[in-house]
């Protein structure tokens, strides 16, 4: 689910992340959760797309088409954090990890920055 072909459109994430939320999903249950939904028939086109693009599979159930992702939600997020780091930090972790911070307005409080150091110091054990 690398290439260009498998990126996805804002409707169709918020429809991912439907599905990831309720675990499978109906067209019309998917249609409930989207924030100003598009009508019946354009949920199921876009089902069918992610399908076609290998992120979603169905089974039947009676006349409902039940849809699943074919991808563990963690394994996505991982592929989408490449992306995003490859495209706008140019592949480096330190840039995205510096605009994040940068990104808070509030601030991260010492619990916050405390979990983030525990993470770094593992990465180091690991080699990472």
Known sequence: MTNDAN???RRERQIMEVIYA???ATAAEVREDLPDPPSYSA???MLRILEDKGHL???S???RYVFRPTVPREEA???ALKRLVQTFFGGSPERAVAALLELDDEGLDERALDRIAERIDEARKEGR
């Open 7 to 9: 990126q996805l459109s």
């Open 22 to 24: 309720r675990g499978r």
């Open 43 to 45: 949920v199921r086109a």
């Open 57 to 59: 599979s169905h089974e």
């Open 61 to 63: 159930d009676g006349p």
């Open 77 to 79: 997020r991982e592929t």
